[in-house]
C-alpha cells in the first residue's frame, strides 16, 4: 500500500514522501492515526500543490535572510571591557552579548544562530559569523575597545 505521510514517522520516512508501507500498517496505524493518507490523484495534487507552495515561502524565506545579511555587513558592534596594561583583557565578550547589542538596535537574530560560539577575549576587530538560513550566512564586525582602571 502507497502512502503520502503528512508527518514524519520515524524509520518510515519525513513528511510529504510517498512510501511503500503493508496493508494493515498503513490503513490500521498511519491513517487511523492521522499520520498519512492513501495515495491517489486528489492527494497527489493536493501534494503537488503544497510542495510548489512550500518552495515559494522557502524562497522568500531565503531572501530575506540575504537582505538580513547585507544589513548585517554594514552593522558594526563596539563592547568596552576592562583591560590591564600591554591590552591584557578581563573578561571576554559572549554571543548573548552580542545578541542583546543588536537587539538594541533593531536588528533580531537568535543566540543559537551564531556560529562562531567561542567568548571574544582580545581586544581589537572581530568579524564573527551568522547563519541566517541554511543556505545564508551574515558576518557581524565586533569591535572590542579596552579601559584601562
Known sequence: MKVILKQDVKKVGK???????????????????????????????????????????????????REKAALLEKTVVTFTVKSGKEGRVFGSVSTKQIVEALNKQGIIIEKRKIIDTEPIHSLGTTRVKVELHKNVIGTIVVKVLGSEN
Do not use: C, M, T, W
Open 15 to 65: 513528511r510529504g514522501d510517498i512510501v511503500d508501507v503493508s496493508d494493515g500498517y498503513g490503513r490500521n496505524f498511519l491513517i487511523a492515526r492521522g499520520l498519512a493518507v492513501a495515495e491517489s490523484k486528489a492527494s497527489l495534487e493536493i501534494l503537488k500543490e503544497q510542495k510548489s507552495e512550500e518552495a515559494a515561502l522557502e524562497a522568500q524565506r531565503e531572501q530575506e535572510a
